[in-house]
């Protein structure tokens, strides 16, 4: 995962120790280094206004933006849907 140089990710290692998954930080003033970042908070900002304050939102209310962000094709994955993707990649492991 790579992350931008924010504090809200000084806990990259509990990220690491709980999931396994590495994480990188950009280089300064190098946001296209986080480029599928970027692209998604744009989609996440169809459902939620940037003033939105995600404290306040309800499971339900992140679970609607999920699923729809997960129903949604992809170019970049050949116009599947990242849980199709997602779900071919596992049937792929078995």
């Not at 003033?29 to 939105?52: D, F, I, M, T």
């Not at 699923?67 to 990242?82: S, V, W």
Request: glycine residues 8%.
């Amino acid at each position: 995962m790579t992350f931008d140089r924010g504090t809200e990710f000084m806990a990259w290692r509990m990220l690491y120790k709980t999931s396994g998954m590495k994480s990188y930080f950009c280089d300064v003033s190098s946001p296209w280094q986080k480029g599928p970042v970027e692209n998604s908070n744009g989609r996440v900002r169809r459902y939620l206004l940037l003033e939105a304050n995600l404290g306040e939102l309800s499971g339900a209310d992140i679970m609607a933006v999920e699923n729809a962000m997960n129903a949604t094709p992809r170019k970049c994955l050949g116009f599947q849907t990242p849980k199709e993707a997602f779900e071919k990649h596992l049937r792929q492991l078995q």
